[in-house]
C-alpha cells in the first residue's frame, strides 16, 4: 500500500507509491553508460594551461608548485558582485538590481577527476575552500545567505564537465529559505531543542535508513525523502553554519562526503546529482534553532506536474531499502 | 544586468540574468525534433481496442457511438481511492495511509492527436470532463485538494505517449499549497482585494507581459516568471475554484487552452510541458481572496543546485520577451 510521509520539520508530505515501486537495483539497470573522459581537454576553460580562459582567480590552493584547487568569479554569473543592491518598485511588483556573488570552485586540474575517485586529501582540500570562500562571501556587504552546491552531470542542469562545485551568496532571503528556519524557531519556542538535531538522533534511534556514520557526521536516506536515494550528511553535534566547522570536522566531512559520493557513483552507475549544503542566514551562525547540512539528490527520476503542483513527491522507492543498498556497496 | 523580480504573492524571487540571457528563437534551434506518432499504436493501452488493458471507466464522453474522453483510475495509482485515511504516528515522525483518488483522463482516442491540434469542440470536451471529474473528487469523503495537470513528453515526467492529462485529490493540504493561500488571506485582511485580481490587473495595466486575451481570460507570462515561457492563464472575473467553472467560460476557457498550447508548440517546436490547474481547496470555493488559475511551463531549462537550495529560480529570458514572441505566432 501506498504512504503519506511527512517532513517532521517543514511539514510538507511525500508519497511512498509501492504500485510503481522500483528497487534500488532497478535504477542502475536504466542508467545510460558515459563514455570514459580524457584527463585533459583542450578547449576546457578549467583545464591547466586555460588560465587565460577565466577571470583572475579569487583563490587558488597549490601543492608541489601547481594549483590543485581554484576559484573563479562565474564568467556567466547570474548575479554581480559590482553593483549596489537596491531593491524598488516596477509598478504593483518588487524589483532590485542583481547583486550577489557567483564563484566557481574548480576541484581539481584533472578533467577527468571526480570527488568519489580524489585522494582524501584532495578532497579536504575542497572543502578547505568551500569554507574559506564561504567566510569571504560572508564578510561582504549586504550578503544575507549564501548558499555551496553542484551540479554533476546533464540531468544535475550543467554541461560542464570539468569537475566543479559553486558558491552563490544573496542580498536577499527567500521565503523558501526562511520558512523552514521559522519552523524550526518555532518548535525550539515550544520543545527548547534543535529540530534538526530530534530528527538525526531519531534517525540514529530507529537506524534503517542510516548509510554511514563517521566520528562527527552521519549520512542517512530522511523519513520523508522526496526522490530516490536522497541523502543528507549532518553534523552529530548542534552547528548552525558551514562556516563555523573546525579543522578536524572539516577533514571528516570530506571523508564522509568522499564515501557517500562513491557508494552513489559505485552503487548506481554514476548518476548525475545536485548536492547542497545549506547553512543558517549570515549572522545567525550562532543560532541554537538551525542546524547545517549537506543535501545529496541524484537525478534518477523526473518530477511531474503533480510534484510542481502541489509539492507532494511521488517517491517510487523507500528510503530503508536506499539506505540498506548504499551500505553495502564496499568503498 | 541581471535583475531580482519578486512575486508579490508568495514574496519568493528568481533572478533575470541577462548575461546567459538567451532570445527565444535559441530554444527552437536547440530543440530535437520528434518523429511523428502513429494515429493509432497496437501496443498501447490508451487506444481504441485496447481498453481492456485499463481498468474499468469512471466516465466516457461519447460523441457519434464511440468514445471521445475516456477517465480510468490510474493503473499505477500513487494514491488508493479504497483505503480509510488514517495518519499516525511513526517513531516521532508522521505517516497516513495513501488514500487518494488517482485518475487518467485519456483526451482523445487518436494516439497521435494533441490539445493544440484538436478542433474547438474536442477541447471543450476534455475541458467539460476535467469539471466532472474534479466535481466528483470534491464529493468523495476526506478529499482536500484536487490537482489537475498534464505531462507532455520525457522531460515533463512521462513515458506514454497517448494523450492524456491526470486528476490526483489528496486527504491532505501540503505547506507548499497552503502557504500562498495563507499570504492571500493577508493579502486581503489589509487590502480588501483578491491579490491575484491585482497581480491581474496590474499585468493587464502594463501589458507588455500579456500573450492573449479572451472573453473570459487572459493569458500572460507572469513578472516574475521562474522559467521561460511560463505562462499563466487566468480568469478575468474572480473564481477561486475551477469547479465552479460555468458553460461559457469552461467553452472560452478551451479555447484559450488550445490557443496557447498551439502558440506553445508552432513558436517553440513542441517543447515537452507540464500543465497545472491550480484551484481552491475543497470546500473553500466561495473564498474572496484564492483565485484559480493554469499554469503552462514549458520544459526549455533545468532547474540545478541554486534553484533547489533556494527556491531562487535563475531565468535566462525576459517574460516580455516571451510574451511578445507568442503573440506574435500565428495560430
Redesign the interface.
Known sequence: ??????N?L????V???T??AKRPEDFVKSAVEKPPLPEFSPKCPFCPGNEGQTPPPLETLERDGRWQVRVVPNK?????PD?PFK?EP?????????YGIAEVIIETPRHDMTLAAMDRQAVEDVVGVYKLRYLSAACKDKIC?I?L???HG?????SLEHPHS?L?A?P?V????R?PIEQAVRYFDSHGQCIYC??LA?EV??GERIIAETEFFVAYAP??SRTPFEIRIMPKIHQASFGDIGGREASDFAASMKMILAKVSKGLADPDY???I?SATVGDEKDKYFHWYMVI?PKL????????????Y?NVTYPELCAEFLRSVAV
Chains 1, 2 share one sequence.
Open positions: 500500500m501506498p504512504e503519506f510521509r511527512q517532521m517543514t511539514h510538507e508530505w508519497v511512498i507509491a504500485e510503481r556567466f554569473a547570474a548575479l554581480q553593483v531593491a516596477h509598478g504593483r511588483f518588487l524589483k532590485a538590481t542583481g545567505f548558499t552546491f553542484r551540479n546533464l540531468r544535475a542542469g550543467t559553486q552563490i544573496t536577499i527567500p521565503p523558501h529559505v520558512n530530534e530528527m531519531e534511534r530507529m523519513y520523508a545536485n548536492f547542497i545549506r539528490i527520476t523526473t518530477p511531474a506536474g503533480f510534484e510542481i503542483g502541489t509539492g507532494i511521488i
